[in-house]
């Protein structure tokens, strides 16, 4: 196997020296610039992104011709040293990828652009180096020959940041930032939203879009016509049940505004790339306000993946009082308007409180009030008491009354959780907001402590 590795490593060496003399005779030295790519967006910044690869080779024209490296002799070489390589000559001008994804290739190309662009890039010259030569070489061989390759499935979240990177969850799922690739596949499917200052050839994505939840998917990569067997689809979760969990689980405890989107499917980055282009799943979605992003810190980690993992609980998927109420908390953190969210508060909290204590009447504030009030008093995260906690929701459920009949002046006297008094309703649907994912995640704890032993 060594022997082979160096019979085909020297005539590739060859080959690269051939081509590099007869660029340097032509031009001197490698030119380097912006290259245009309509398929691609390029990181210039953290949030700036730009169909023009930065400082990128200029290569010259001949190397793009179909088989314009077949008129070297020592391409003959290559290809007869690659052919006595039972895997490698099995990928030579064939159809490579999986069972359902299968494209043709060009060795030619896969030369210049897997081996001699990238050298060309490392040196900045068509001077032959061999040490760099080596390291692009065996990496791409590596690579090229590779018997399986990893399909990565990502939904992206708008409206999120975290300072754990990855975030770590049940069954191989993980939330990451997205690479560069996955980014641009994300702004080409309209998974991410545009910000100002975008235009036809750049896309500015905010730094709070540009996370997503992930798994791995593992094939083993076929080879020859794509018609020589029946192709099965892979099965795959779409991600759309544990996005939603995320989603849910992160709004509860970190609070903001943060939404799952698109699904995406295309290969891992730092692979050969035998499937050369991702696919995705087209549906709807809301948007989340980058005014109001969900930020995930290390101390609130343990307990999100505690909330995801009860949230799939049977027990709390059939409370249907739980959610309902956790649906209008997801639709109060999604509204832009503070007088939309004051009303979806209070409808999550009807759901919640009215239900679970068996009240059916038509004065609906003060009951949910006092339900509220003694399931929270002692909450520790509120750090208030029975009477401020009782008012201010009798206070917040006037507002939301008020809100729903178009009464005029419907906002005084306003104040917050601590009894303070306020003229901003941002302030109050904030505590109230807080108030409702603390009501929810006592009654999840509920659900869990009934299954401990």
Same mark, same amino acid.
């Given at each position: ?81 690659? $052919? ?29 652009? &897997? ?7 490392? !040196? ?21 020959? $590779? ?10 979240? %708008? ?48 730094? %709070? ?20 067997? /029946? ?55 809301? /948007? $989340? ?5 969900? !930020? ?39 509204? %832009? ?96 907001? &807080? ?9 999840? &704890? ?8």
């Amino acid at each position: 196997m060594n022997e082979q590795f160096e019979r085909r490593r020297v005539a590739v060496a060859a080959l690269v020296r051939a081509v590099f003399a007869r660029f340097a005779a032509d031009e001197g030295q490698p030119r380097f610039g912006l290259r245009h790519d309509p398929w691609r967006w390029w990181r210039h910044a953290q949030e700036d992104f730009i169909l023009l690869q930065r400082n990128a080779w200029v290569m010259p024209a001949d190397l793009s011709i179909i088989r314009w490296l077949d008129g070297f002799p020592e391409m003959a070489t290559v290809r007869d040293a690659c $052919a006595a390589d039972p895997v490698l000559g099995s990928r030579v001008d064939t159809m490579m990828g999986t069972e359902f994804s299968r494209t043709g290739t060009n060795f030619y190309w896969i030369l210049a652009k &897997h081996v001699i662009e990238p050298v060309v890039s490392a !040196t900045r010259s068509y001077e032959f180096d061999e040490t760099r030569f080596d390291e692009v070489y065996r990496r791409f061989e590596e690579k090229f020959r $590779a018997e399986h390759l990893h399909m990565i499935e990502l939904c992206p979240l %708008n409206g999120f940041t975290s300072t754990e990177d990855p975030f770590l969850l049940p069954d191989g799922l993980a939330v990451r930032q997205m690479t560069d690739l996955q980014m641009s596949q994300a702004i080409n499917i309209l998974a991410l939203p545009r910000t100002v200052g975008s235009s036809g050839n750049g896309a500015r994505v905010s730094r %709070n879009d540009q996370w997503a939840i992930m798994s791995t998917h593992e094939f083993p990569v076929v080879t020859g016509d794509a018609h020589a067997t /029946s192709p099965q689809a892979p099965v795959l979760s779409l991600l759309e049940g544990p996005a939603t969990r995320l989603v849910t689980a992160l709004r509860l405890v970190c609070g903001g505004s943060v939404v799952a989107t698109r699904t995406i499917y295309q290969q891992a980055d730092d692979e050969f790339p035998f499937v050369p282009s991702g696919s995705a799943v087209l549906n709807t979605f809301t /948007s $989340a306000d980058n005014d109001r992003p969900t !930020t995930l810190l290390p101390t609130d980690a343990d307990t999100v993946r505690y909330v995801y993992l009860a949230l799939g609980l049977l027990q709390v998927r059939e409370d249907k009082s739980l959610q309902v109420a956790i649906r209008r908390l997801i639709y109060a953190g999604s509204r %832009n308007l503070d007088s939309d969210r004051v009303v979806d508060l209070m409808t999550s909290a009807e759901a919640l409180f009215l239900k679970r204590a068996g009240k059916k009447t038509n004065l609906k504030g003060g009951p949910v009030a006092e339900a509220a009030a003694s399931l929270l008093a002692t909450d520790s995260a509120l750090n208030t008491d029975h009477a401020h906690l009782e008012a201010f929701l009798r206070m917040v459920y006037m507002a939301r009354n008020a809100e729903l009949h178009g009464d005029d002046q419907p906002y005084a006297p306003l104040h917050g959780l601590s009894g303070e008094p306020t003229t901003s309703l941002a302030l109050v649907v904030r505590d109230a907001e &807080h108030v409702m994912r603390r009501a929810i995640l006592a009654v999840l &704890h509920e659900h869990t402590a009934a299954i401990t032993p």
